[in-house]
């Protein structure tokens, strides 16, 4: 699963988060301490819950990432990307098992920052490629930043 951090926003349309500034508009009702506008969540998501889409360069309101690696594993592909937004913390569940929140910042450089798509064979970016990313709204959870305890409801 993908982890990134978020902040809940205000949102007359019900729960949202901002990823670096992106807002995503959730489909889920969210309970617990960390679910208060301005409050901390961790946002995760499946691979296969992750699209994208040829990047629109200084379009305002997507995440960007360069493609790393592509692993193909017929009939689909698993995609590595690393964000390019360098105020977007990328979590490991490594990081959540056990409270080892230990500060690896820095330790595997851009690398700590992929995120992982699985894709169609048939929908590959390019390797290097930047492409902005598609998170489905619908198929994400919610954790407490600081316990990893789930927050949806």
Same mark, same amino acid.
């Given at each position: 699963m993908n982890f990134v951090e978020a902040e809940i926003v205000e949102s007359g349309a019900g729960t949202a988060v901002s990823v670096g500034g992106t807002e995503l508009a959730l489909a889920l009702?969210?309970? *617990?301490? *960390?679910? =208060? %506008?301005? *409050? =901390?969540? !961790?946002?995760?998501? =499946? $691979?296969?819950?992750?699209g994208w889409r040829r990047s629109e360069e200084g379009? $305002?309101?997507n995440l960007q990432a360069r493609v790393k690696? +592509?692993?193909? +594993?017929? $009939?689909?592909?698993?995609? %590595?990307? %690393? !964000? !390019? #937004?360098p105020t977007i913390v990328v979590r490991t569940a490594d990081e959540l098992v056990g409270g080892n929140a230990?500060?690896?910042?820095?330790?595997?450089g851009e #690398?700590? =920052?992929?995120? /992982?798509?699985?894709?169609s064979t048939d929908e590959v970016p390019d390797r290097g490629e930047v492409v902005d990313l598609v998170i489905e $709204? #619908?198929?994400?959870?919610?954790?407490d930043i600081a /316990?990893? #305890? *789930?927050?949806g409801g």
């Open positions: 009702q969210v309970a *617990g301490g *960390g679910a =208060r %506008s301005g *409050g =901390r969540v !961790l946002l995760g998501f =499946r $691979p296969e819950h992750l379009a $305002p309101g690696l +592509i692993e193909h +594993i017929e $009939p689909e592909a698993y995609v %590595s990307a %690393s !964000l !390019l #937004d230990e500060d690896k910042t820095g330790l595997a #690398d700590a =920052r992929l995120l /992982t798509l699985r894709v $709204p #619908d198929r994400v959870h919610l954790f /316990t990893g #305890d *789930g927050l």
